[in-house]
């Protein structure tokens, strides 16, 4: 600030005109020293970016983070709007923010609850609590009776979709719909994805990382175009993740000795109105799938959309969002 000072002491005799063109000299001090201060926190301070970037898009989406224990852990989400509720799960690996873009399209007209999933994000997970979905099925459950909610729709994404596809069969009088926002795992008749046949052929799954170089290469199945998100923190992120490459085995193989079952079971079961909105550009679950998940509802709507992978909410959000609106709307209570 003292060197701010100097500048505009050494400056402000040379410019004619009085104290306008001298107000406006020291305007443009102080947007140089914003925009410096911007630098230095971008590649200087990455949480301090992570967190201003998630409180501008919370506000712009209508959010605000609340928690609330539930079953001897804390359960950290986001939630805004009035109107029917609607619950967006995220996918293994994920987290609430992801809903970011989509939720914003949402709030106008619904009460939008957005959880990190226990052991996931935010959430804590209880003593002796597994990833398998059995009891991230039943978790979920319990945190919307937390919530007082015994009517709500469900929309979740990968492994968020089989667990809402899953408490759509086995709470059918609670459920007003449920979506299935990307890929879905193990759709009965869905051809082989990229990433299946990479770990059919001996490969260790891409989805788990193990180090900085493994989170960055899961991209390729992630997206079809990688959407926009600093350097710095995709560089917090990749150290994060990589820093406990147990947990992530462990996340890995607990949901997998279970999916196999669980889903495939619950599919025929679900008679909620369901929305299948997958992406053509899906390498983890196969854009095949879609069809036969459709085929195997009982009342389902499919849309596939053009030119994105398997995460449409950070890839497409806009497009996402006003088609998840538009069908929640044409089944509200």
């Not at 000299?25 to 967190?51: D, E, H, K, Q």
């Not at 679950?285 to 994105?308: M, P, T, Y």
Request: aromatic residues 10%.
């Amino acid at each position: 600030m003292a060197a701010l000072h100097q500048i505009y002491d050494k400056w402000r005799m040379r410019i004619p005109g009085g104290w306008s063109n001298r107000l406006m000299l020291a305007g443009l001090l102080l947007a140089a020293a914003g925009l410096v201060a911007g630098i230095a926190v971008y590649w200087g301070s990455p949480r301090t970016l992570l967190a201003a970037t998630q409180s501008l898009q919370r506000y712009g989406a209508g959010l605000a983070e609340k928690s609330i224990e539930v079953g001897g852990a804390r359960i950290v989400y986001l939630e805004g709007g009035e109107g029917d509720a609607v619950v967006l799960v995220h996918g293994i690996y994920a987290e609430k923010d992801h809903w970011n873009g989509v939720a914003g399209r949402l709030t106008g007209n619904f009460r939008v609850i957005v959880p990190d999933l226990a052991g996931f994000g935010e959430s804590g997970i209880p003593a002796g609590g597994t990833y398998a979905y059995d009891q991230q099925v039943e978790r979920l459950h319990d945190f919307l009776t937390a919530l007082g909610l015994d009517r709500y729709h469900l929309a979740g994404n990968s492994m968020g979709g089989a667990i809402v596809g899953i408490m759509a069969a086995r709470w059918p009088k609670e459920v007003l719909s449920v979506s299935f926002v990307g890929g879905a795992p193990r759709v009965p008749g869905a051809q082989p994805s990229e990433m299946e046949r990479a770990i059919a052929a001996g490969g260790p799954s891409p989805m788990v990382v193990t180090s900085k170089e493994a989170y960055f290469d899961r991209f390729h199945y992630l997206f079809d175009t990688m959407p926009f998100i600093p350097q710095p923190i995709l560089d917090l992120w990749a150290a994060r993740d990589a820093a406990d490459p147990a947990k992530n085995k462990r996340i890995w193989a607990e949901v997998g000795a279970t999916h196999a079952e669980d889903f495939p079971r619950a599919i025929p079961r679900i008679s909620a109105p369901a929305f299948v909105l997958w992406c053509d550009r899906e390498r983890v679950f196969h854009v095949s799938g879609a069809q036969e998940l459709a085929d195997r509802l009982q009342n389902a709507k499919l849309r596939i959309l053009k030119g994105c992978g398997h995460l449409p909410m950070l890839e497409r959000p806009a497009e996402t969002g006003r088609a998840l609106s538009a069908f929640l709307l044409s089944h509200e209570e």
